[in-house]
């Protein structure tokens, strides 16, 4: 049989555990409700399916994706000239015929002019009417050939490096 100590230090001991673990079991619960409460409060004040910004941005987006369809861009003069589509530095690219897709390197002169083109590593010699880089050659001139791509005439210059670009 226990003494009358042992008694009152095993009551001591399960008092103290009583209350210990009612403390943390209260504020384990407590804890626990207001974060559901927060949660709870977050749901409520959501719009679901209306959402005013989400409407916003979608009506953004759509006048975005509009303005691309209306822009219209176009090179008139020599349109294998990169520098006029994004900025490039020309002196660390050697020269303008390191990326310029074609380019004139000579005219003849005579009844029937022709030209001499450079097109993807080829040399081509045209005259009027004949078909290079998906267009067709409508004049060549002493120091320009015209082409005609796309319903659009376009001026290539037998000099590359005094081009004015549009």
Do not use: C
Not at 123 to 146: L, M, P
Request: proline share 2%.
């Amino acid at each position: 049989m226990m003494s009358k100590r042992d008694k009152f230090v095993w009551d001591v001991v399960l008092i103290f555990s009583i209350i210990i673990i009612g403390y943390y079991g209260i504020y384990q619960m407590y804890s626990m409700h207001t974060v559901h409460k927060e949660f709870r409060k977050s749901y409520d004040e959501e719009i679901i399916g209306t959402d005013d910004i989400l409407q916003k941005q979608i009506i953004s987006l759509e006048n975005n994706l509009q303005n691309r369809h209306e822009f219209d861009f176009k090179i008139n003069k020599y349109p294998t000239d990169l520098s006029a589509v994004i900025s490039i530095d020309k002196s660390s690219l050697g020269s303008y015929y390191t990326y310029s897709a074609l380019r004139i390197s000579g005219i003849v002169s005579g009844q029937t002019p022709r030209a001499i083109v450079h097109y993807r590593n080829q040399v081509f010699s045209v005259v009027k009417g004949d078909s290079i880089a998906g267009g067709i050659i409508t004049s060549i001139s002493n120091d320009e050939v015209e082409i005609l791509t796309d319903g659009e005439i376009k001026e290539y210059s037998l000099q590359p490096n005094n081009q004015n670009n549009n």
